[in-house]
């Protein structure tokens, strides 16, 4: 089989993989499908129930302000910060973003910050101004909000994230 036929197979047999997937799913009563989501929201747009829902993490935060006059969070631990993204006037937050920087990573460099953006497809790494090795994650809330069990697959990955940092940037330099 030449390249070309070998591709079109290989598509062919994903997109099989994909139709019979679906009527697998289709055969699936809904009611076995779905998760009961809990009725507590996060919106970016009320700032306590971030904190209601980091202090069921058993995180501690208090409030602040970003630079530009966004509301912010710090966690009591200075482990990480909350920024929250907003319209104009500081109003109509959307989303947030988990965000922790490390000044204590003497090999981090700039080189190994990207390679965790590269590798990782929601989360950012950098090296601040400072020198400081950053890592983030943007969680979309809406005006509305989201879930508890949504918030967590954020949370629980940013949180992975942070404590996969010796991976990532080395051994602390105490």
């Not at 590269?118 to 790494?125: G, I, M």
């Not at 949370?155 to 940092?165: D, H, K, P, R």
């Amino acid at each position: 089989m030449d390249s070309l036929s070998h591709r079109i197979a290989r598509r062919l047999r994903g997109i099989l993989a994909i139709l019979l997937a679906a009527g697998a799913l289709a055969a699936v009563p809904a009611h076995a499908a779905t998760v009961a989501p809990s009725s507590k929201l996060v919106s970016a747009n009320n700032i306590q129930s971030v904190i209601d829902y980091l202090e069921s993490k058993g995180d501690k935060t208090e409030r602040s302000k970003s630079d530009d006059g966004d509301p912010m969070l710090n966690e009591s631990n200075n482990y990480y910060s909350v920024y929250f993204w907003c319209e104009d006037n500081h109003a109509s937050c959307d989303a947030i973003q988990f965000r922790a920087c490390y000044g204590d990573y003497a090999d981090a460099t700039p080189d190994k910050a990207n390679a965790v953006s590269r590798d990782y497809f929601y989360a950012k790494s950098y090296i601040d101004k400072e020198g400081r090795a950053c890592l983030e994650l943007p969680v979309s809330t809406g005006l509305k909000g989201i879930s508890y069990e949504a918030m967590d697959l954020s949370y629980e990955a940013f949180i992975g994230f942070t404590q996969s940092a010796d991976d990532y940037f080395g051994e602390h330099s105490d």
